[in-house]
């Protein structure tokens, strides 16, 4: 029922489909917390453990060399970084599945700290104290 579906979010482009697959995230977890997301144990930055173990998970599980299980991995990240007052942390079935929720659980602290009215300014790169490295210029489109 709450499977994530990739037919279910065919478009055009892989970058709309990507959209669409946390936009369809987010709702499901709209629909289980509330579009406020008022549960009482987000208040110490739960919302970006819970995405951040999610993120660190796949890491561990496929991008070390395959040191670790999927299920070691799991565990690791779950003993690491997981709310430890949350329960339920799991694999999604699919490395695009668990970077989908990682982005909505990532998406819901954003919008919990813009409502406590943290800051959203962005600081610009000043390429003369910090310039980029020759192998991560940027691409420049000329209008």
Known sequence: MYGINMD?????????????L???????QDRMWGDTNDR???????????GVAQLDFIYLATRQGHIWTREEALKL???????????????????????????AYIRQEIVRR?????STFRSSRNVETQ????????NVIEP
């Open 131 to 138: 310039p980029y490295a020759e192998s991560c210029k940027p």
């Open 40 to 50: 009482a144990d987000i208040s110490q930055g739960q919302l970006l453990q819970a």
């Open 8 to 20: 279910d979010a065919i478009t055009t482009t892989p970058q709309m489909q990507a959209d669409n």
């Open 77 to 103: 990240a779950e003993q690491a970084v997981f709310p430890k007052d949350w329960g339920g942390f799991r694999d999604y079935g699919s490395d695009v599945a668990n970077l989908v929720v990682a982005a």
């Open 22 to 28: 946390i936009a369809a995230e987010i709702g499901r």
């Open 114 to 118: 813009i409502r406590n009215g943290e």
